[in-house]
């Protein structure tokens, strides 16, 4: 994939971020999501790829833009062919509420690499770098917690597991609690909470819980950017959700490793803040109609990792002056 294509999508994270920011704290997490959804397609018509939404805001009969097999930007020859995963908005929740760790999202990769996961729950683990290898989604909270403090060289007590704040957890926040680990409870948005445990300043060192599967592909992709590590399974809750993994040909019994979610070693990750989190800053808006945001973009094969802060004077840009 062309190398510039990663600031190219870093201006897509940064028009959802903008124009869903707005809403913070508002209780209108529909209107936050319709907002960065719109922004995030009009900014996609300005690229210059080939794309299939693969990870998107649900079927065509669902979703009027952004929907899954949605094709975005010409087949002209020479465009970059692509899978797309977008969550315009991870934290719906977060930024109605106005809390923390809302972001808009995508990872891109070549054409038939990314996994088209089912929109159903998936129970995930993740860690960082030098936890790679060290984990196994089969095995318990406390023997994962123990290879991850070996591998880190930390004792047990010093490990911090961050963990969605659901009854679905109690059982498992119980189990961490009893071995001595320290416990990150999350209230909204696993895309970055997985992210997160590549980055020391977190403080996290591992995440384990039961998520969406669509941010857990996403998650792995950024994870796979940063040399990270990810394993997922499937866990559809009814028969309605089974049905769709069936649809999909999913395997309802098989652990999805990193490799398994994003194939090869080309991927582009662009996540902007929306609303302030651990390691990105959200959308601040500022007198004479200038705004700023915080951008974190990853790309392989380079490995590298970037910062983007971007200010926008939103006056020049008539869809975000209101």
């Not at 079927?59 to 977008?86: C, N, Q, R, T």
């Amino acid at each position: 994939m062309n190398r510039n294509l990663s600031l190219n999508l870093a201006r897509v994270t940064e028009a959802a971020a903008l124009s869903a920011g707005k809403f913070q704290g508002k209780g209108d997490k529909n209107g936050a999501d319709k907002a960065a959804v719109d922004a995030m397609r009009r900014m996609f018509d300005q690229i210059e790829i080939d794309g299939i939404v693969v990870i998107g805001e649900g079927e065509i009969d669902e979703a009027p833009m952004l929907y899954i097999g949605e094709h975005i930007g010409s087949d002209s020859k020479g465009y970059d062919k692509v899978d797309i995963s977008v969550d315009p908005i991870d934290g719906t929740t977060a930024i109605s509420e106005g809390r923390s760790n809302a972001i808009a999202v995508l990872a891109v990769s070549p054409r038939g690499t990314m996994l088209n996961a089912p929109d159903v729950y998936m129970k995930k683990i993740a860690c960082g770098p030098r936890a790679k290898g060290c984990i196994d989604l089969d095995d318990s909270p406390t023997e994962n917690i123990k290879r991850v403090a070996k591998a880190l060289n930390k004792n047990v007590s010093e490990v911090t597991v961050a963990v969605l704040d659901r009854p679905r957890h109690d059982e498992m926040i119980n189990e961490i609690r009893q071995l001595g680990a320290r416990i990150k409870k999350v209230s909204d948005g696993d895309i970055l909470t997985a992210i997160e445990a590549c980055f020391d300043e977190s403080g996290i060192d591992l995440m384990m819980g039961v998520g969406g599967a669509p941010e857990g592909v996403i998650a792995a992709a950024a994870l796979k950017c940063l040399g990270g590590d990810f394993q997922g399974r499937l866990n559809p809750t009814d028969e309605a959700q089974k049905e769709r993994c069936l649809k999909l040909h999913s395997d309802l019994n098989k652990i999805y490793t990193i490799e398994d979610l994003v194939k090869g070693d080309e991927v582009i990750f662009s996540a902007t803040g929306v609303t302030t989190g651990e390691i990105l800053e959200g959308v601040k808006y500022h007198k004479n109609n200038m705004a700023t945001t915080e951008s974190l973009v990853l790309r392989l094969p380079s490995g590298t990792v970037r910062r983007i802060k971007s200010t926008h004077k939103l006056s020049q840009k008539p869809e975000y002056a209101k």
